[in-house]
């Protein structure tokens, strides 16, 4: 069977914690998916397209890795739509391990025949989120080592 993974997120924008958690995913799975989830009424930091650009950039070397956008959707049926066999998640503490034991009960009542696979955060990474960089690009600081360089070009700009 070919198994294919879903891994969604907003990427607000994709961090290196991302990036660590897509290239392990990339090794388990024939093909992972990368989803952007976004909310139209909800305006990001960075918009639909320059996350999905920033994201290819940052996965260029993965040939087995592809980015998708989605909008007003649940990622069950995104996965569907692609014909994902699994949801890959990031855990970086116990609150997304809280959030995520939530939100699985709701999936599997959704969706029971996709299997969700969890992935602990490399040490390195795990202090790392988007909204921590969002705020470091607010106020100007340096992003050296939290994101990949296509988003340190990209706010250069
Ligand atoms: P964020 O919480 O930073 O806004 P997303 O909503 O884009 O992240 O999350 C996409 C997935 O990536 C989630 O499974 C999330 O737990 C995971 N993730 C986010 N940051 C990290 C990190 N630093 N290390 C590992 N996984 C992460």
């Keep these: 069977m070919t198994k294919i993974g879903l891994l969604a997120g907003s990427f607000d924008p994709i961090t290196v914690g991302h990036l660590d958690i897509i290239r392990r995913a990339s090794g388990l799975f ?3 998916i990368v ?3 976004y909310n139209k009424e909800k305006a990001g930091l960075f918009d639909i397209e ?15 890795v592809s980015v998708v956008t989605s909008s007003g959707e649940l990622a069950v049926e ?10 890959v998640r990031g855990l970086r503490n116990a609150t997304d391990f809280d959030y995520e034991a ?7 009542h959704l969706a029971s025949e996709l299997e969700t696979v969890y992935l602990i955060a490399s040490h390195a990474y795990q202090p790392v989120s988007s909204s ?8 100007g600081a340096d992003l050296d080592g939290f994101v990949p360089t296509s988003v340190i070009k990209e706010v250069e700009k």
């Design 30 to 32: 024939d093909q992972l």
């Design 35 to 37: 989803g952007v989830f």
């Design 50 to 64: 320059t996350r999905e650009r920033m994201i290819k950039e940052a996965v260029a070397d993965m040939p087995t």
């Design 78 to 87: 995104v996965a569907r739509r692609y014909g994902a066999t699994h949801l």
């Design 102 to 108: 939530n939100l699985e009960y709701f999936n599997r």
């Design 132 to 139: 921590r960089v969002r705020e470091l690009i607010y106020f």
